[in-house]
């Protein structure tokens, strides 16, 4: 009985936290988008506030809370928000200082005295999981997706892996489990060899499966909309290659739809005006005004758009 009790659990958590995601996730997009503070800094004071109540209310209701902030993450990250890259930046560092954090508190709970007996079990989950469980999981997970074999192989080898079996190996110490402290120590040797050994082999992995492409250089300066309102208009960087089709052309010989424009153009550590002589080089830097009906065609033009 216990066992088909623990069986349905489970899949009942995982149900009542992505259900309460969505639906807290809905409900703060609502009201972000009405609410007006009177600085833009309180916005990811708002949305952390609705990550910790999306949490909450979740286990409340005895479900996931970390499903549930998960799916109000995903509502939000998908959504028209105000001051949105503003608001993905600031996340972005609270996410890697979360991280450090988390590894910071596995190193001030764990006592190197207590390693040495789960050494040798601590060590031989670690490489069965890096080399044998989680290969075989993708693999299963992504063959039916017709996933091509190199990068099935890829993705089970290379990840960012760590966080989560600090936070799961934590859970129980909390508790007060009964030999919590050795599954903790356990998690330790789990989380260094599953974080060094593919990191360390991340270039030579890559490499070997033939995946690396070149690294493109970054703009040295950032042009972007910060609004408290839905615009109908974006700005998009294209780095230009040197196929794209206004690489070597001037501004005045590129058909731009009515409503687009050229705003900047970054060359090396220089800043140039868009003007109607101004001639596109392969390796600039372009940041193009445009309305979201007119992306496709302006992506024809430019290429693929760089990620900020």
């Known amino acids: 009985a216990l066992g088909w009790t623990l069986l349905l659990s489970v899949p009942m958590q995982l149900a009542i936290g992505a259900g309460v995601g969505v639906v807290l996730g809905y409900v703060g997009l609502r009201l972000i988008q009405r609410v007006r503070p009177a600085t ?15 949490f909450g209310v979740a286990t409340v209701l005895e479900g996931s809370g970390l499903m549930s902030v998960y799916f109000t993450a995903l509502v939000l990250g998908n959504s028209p928000l105000p001051y949105r890259s503003g608001l993905f930046k600031v996340h972005e560092s609270l996410a890697w200082l979360s991280q450090i954090a988390l590894f910071l508190m596995l190193g001030l709970l764990v006592f190197p005295s207590q390693l040495l007996p789960v050494a040798g079990i601590g060590l031989a989950v670690a490489l069965f999981l890096a080399a044998v469980a989680r290969p075989v999981a993708v693999l299963l997970c992504l063959l039916p997706l017709r996933f091509p074999a190199r990068e099935i192989g890829y993705i089970g080898w290379i990840g960012l892996r760590g966080a989560v079996p600090i936070i799961l190996g934590a859970f129980p110490v909390l508790a007060g489990v ?131």
Not at 40 to 54: H, R
């Open 40 to 54: 833009v800094g309180l916005y990811p004071a708002i949305v952390l506030a609705l990550a910790f109540l999306s």
């Open 178 to 308: 009964p030999g919590a402290e050795r599954v903790f120590n356990i998690v330790f040797f789990i989380v260094v060899v599953s974080t060094i050994l593919p990191g360390a082999t991340i270039r030579q992995v890559t490499r070997w499966l033939g995946l690396a492409v070149p690294e493109k250089p970054s703009p040295s300066a950032v042009l972007e909309i910060n609004s408290a309102y839905p615009l109908n208009a974006e700005i998009a960087s294209f780095l230009i290659d040197p196929a794209a089709s206004v690489c070597d052309a001037s501004l005045a010989e590129i058909q731009l739809p009515a409503d687009a424009a050229v705003m900047m153009i970054v060359r090396g550590s220089e800043l140039l005006a868009a003007r109607g002589q101004t001639v596109l080089r392969a390796g600039d830097h372009v940041y193009v005004f445009f309305r979201p009906a007119d992306r496709g065609y302006i992506d024809l033009l430019f290429g693929q758009t760089e990620r900020g």
